[in-house]
């Protein structure tokens, strides 16, 4: 079965396509292209085994940071990078190969790990953490008062925010649609958008079928699938971001279920006319996760992930790539024009549904299937 895309994964994708549509310069576009095909070259072989004796010291030269590569690196090198180097005399090293699951079992399994700190999100956290191959979370060192303590998970710990919600095309739907809208497809006919996966579109199902926001979780699987069930005739899916904008961007779907990234760029590119909004939308958080055994030593991981709760980074990394802070802190720096598609304002926080992490870390692998069983039957 293919791996499915991580919202880190589409971050990346959408500032390659920044790439080339010249909204970014040539150097970080040469930044970009290391990223994508260098690095983990450099990574390799002696790389490693010069990083594993370097672990040996009380103070590594270097911390690597791995996400999912693009402009992802220089706006993690801008807003996390320079600031903990300049504090703590390290490096922090933003490694953009990819950290699939694949990946992280077998440099574990091998004892060749080379990445200390990990872009990750609740379900890669959830599987690798239970099989063995992560760091519990060390919180003694990273600060659960620069967070939302319902994102300190055992195994990972939320870096930023981000949001699944409701987009439309306005030129075929009047006024802000409803969750219980977009399962109408006689009151609005046309093709609906979901993820091709369970993961924050059964929270919608249920609040269309009437379920309150604050009762969602445990979930009614059984509710949640019929009601999705109940418009498949008239459901297309996306895996990627970039397929979600397409079905959107077309007019193949007069209504979606995205990333609200994604949901962003489209209204912009369409002068307005693709709409969407935060009410109702699910919150979520990406992870930071720490692969057993990392070379410059838990404390320094670990130490790195603190520092990287600071709020003035936190806003850069949300002005370059739309990705909500997680300290509450950041909340006061943000600049108007970006508050109001940043996921984690007060403002939009309160229209918001919190994702249910620990309940989806322990049954997104069940009902992953179940959900792609249903749509497929």
């Not at 903990?84 to 790990?113: H, N, R």
């Not at 700190?117 to 060390?138: F, K």
């Not at 950041?330 to 304002?345: C, G, T």
Request: with cysteine; glycine share 8%.
């Amino acid at each position: 079965m293919r791996e499915e895309q991580t919202f880190a994964q589409d971050c990346a994708e959408i500032l390659r396509e920044d790439l080339v549509a010249g909204r970014i310069d040539r150097r970080t576009f040469m930044k970009g292209l290391v990223a994508l095909g260098l690095t983990p070259a450099v990574l390799g072989g002696s790389a490693a085994l010069s990083r594993a004796v370097q672990a040996q010291a009380t103070k590594p030269k270097e911390v690597v940071l791995a996400n999912f590569g693009g402009d992802a690196v220089p706006a993690f090198t801008d807003a996390f990078a320079k600031p903990f180097e300049a504090k703590e005399a390290v490096k922090l090293v933003i490694d953009g190969s990819g950290p699939t699951t694949g990946k992280i079992k077998a440099m574990v399994d091998a004892k060749k790990v080379i990445w200390d700190v990990i872009d990750s999100g609740t379900g890669q956290a959830a599987q690798l953490g239970e099989a063995g191959y992560l760091e519990p979370i060390d919180y003694s060192i990273v600060d659960k008062t620069k967070l939302d303590p319902e994102f300190a998970y055992k195994w990972g710990v939320i870096n930023y925010y981000f949001s699944t919600v409701l987009a439309w095309d306005s030129t075929k739907v009047q006024g802000t649609p409803t969750w219980a809208d977009f399962f109408d497809t006689k009151k609005i006919p046309g093709k609906r958008m979901f993820r091709r996966t369970g993961l924050a579109m059964l929270e919608p199902a249920l609040m269309a079928d009437g379920v309150a926001p604050d009762k969602l979780y445990p979930i009614d699987q059984k509710r949640a699938m019929a009601k999705i069930a109940s418009i498949k005739a008239d459901a297309l899916y996306w895996n990627s971001g970039a397929e979600s904008q397409q079905l959107m961007r077309t007019g193949e779907c007069v209504m979606g279920i995205l990333w609200h990234t994604r949901a962003n760029i489209l209204e912009r590119d369409s002068n307005g006319r693709i709409k969407w909004t935060f009410n109702q939308g699910i919150v979520q958080p990406g992870i930071w996760i720490v692969p057993k055994n990392p070379p410059a030593g838990s404390a320094w991981a670990h130490k790195a992930i603190n520092a990287m709760q600071d709020p003035a980074g936190q806003v850069l990394l949300l002005e370059r790539m739309g990705n909500g802070p997680a300290n509450p802190a950041a909340s006061a720096l943000v600049k108007p024009e970006f508050a109001k598609v940043n996921p984690s304002s007060p403002e939009n926080l309160a229209k918001q549904v919190k994702f249910g992490g620990e309940w989806w870390m322990a049954n997104q692998d069940q009902l992953t299937q179940a959900f792609l069983d249903m749509i497929s039957s």
